[in-house]
């Protein structure tokens, strides 16, 4: 069981907007920042935000991140067929002294 | 062009060993933390190890503390991980991947990843 809780899955039609929820704890989320990873089928994992809401060059700006606590969330607007995707955040845990990863969450496009 | 390759995947016997590299290209390799991350078939991931910059200070994942060992040669731009006392659920792709600074601190993300190698535990 992940140290970091997320849905296992998520849908949404092109278009919508969908989001992604991170649940952690004092020892993680809050008091270290979230990163995001999202994974293509068949293709190794990619950094697509990170320190909370910073998008690497290259990612569009309809994805976007945020912090409030001990959670963390992930928001795609103008959803996409090609965000069909596993997304996973990440936290540094000050109690085991490594990084963390949630879960993951399967995110289907209809 | 920045570029991570790993390398040394392959079926072993429970109890046996194997060594992974992961061969860096286009940045200064001393200059970052290195990690392996794993996914299990069907799984999500999960980070296994991580080295800093230097190579003094070494992390592991409660998972694998005492049977894996991390190590880099910054001459050769190669990280390594070393599998010993393998058991089924050692079973993955490893991904090998960059940090952002020399450290692991708390602000630790990894923005650079290779395609992987499978490592596959069985009888």
């Known amino acids: 069981q992940s140290v970091l809780t997320q849905p296992p899955s998520a849908s949404g039609t092109p278009g919508q907007t969908v989001t992604i929820s991170c649940s952690g704890s004092s020892s993680n989320i809050g008091s270290n920042v979230v990163n995001w990873y999202q994974q293509l089928p068949g293709t190794a994992p990619k950094l697509l935000i990170y320190?909370?809401?910073q998008r690497p060059s290259g990612v569009p700006d309809r994805f976007s991140g945020s912090k409030s606590g001990t959670s963390a969330s992930l928001a795609i607007s103008g959803l996409h067929s090609e965000d069909e995707a596993d997304y996973y955040c990440?936290?540094?845990?000050?109690?085991?002294?490594?990084?963390?990863f949630g879960g993951g969450t399967k995110l289907t496009v209809l | 062009e920045v570029g991570l390759v790993e390398s040394g995947g392959g079926l072993v016997q429970p109890g046996g060993s194997l060594r992974l590299s992961c061969a860096a290209s286009g940045f200064t390799f001393s200059s970052y933390a290195m990690s392996w991350v794993r996914q299990a078939p069907g799984k999500g991931l999960e980070w296994v190890s991580g080295?800093?910059?230097?190579?003094?200070?070494?992390y592991y994942a409660d998972s694998v503390r005492g049977r894996f060992t991390i190590s880099r040669d910054n001459s050769k731009n190669t990280v390594y991980l070393q599998m010993n006392s393998l058991r089924v659920e050692d079973t993955a792709v490893y991904y090998c991947a960059k940090g952002v600074n020399t450290a692991m601190v708390s602000y630790y993300y990894m923005d650079v990843w290779g395609s992987g190698t499978t490592v596959t535990v069985s009888s």
């Open positions: 990440a936290a540094w845990d000050d109690s085991l002294d490594v990084p963390m």
């Open positions: 320190s909370n809401y």
């Open positions: 080295i800093s910059g230097s190579g003094v200070s070494t």
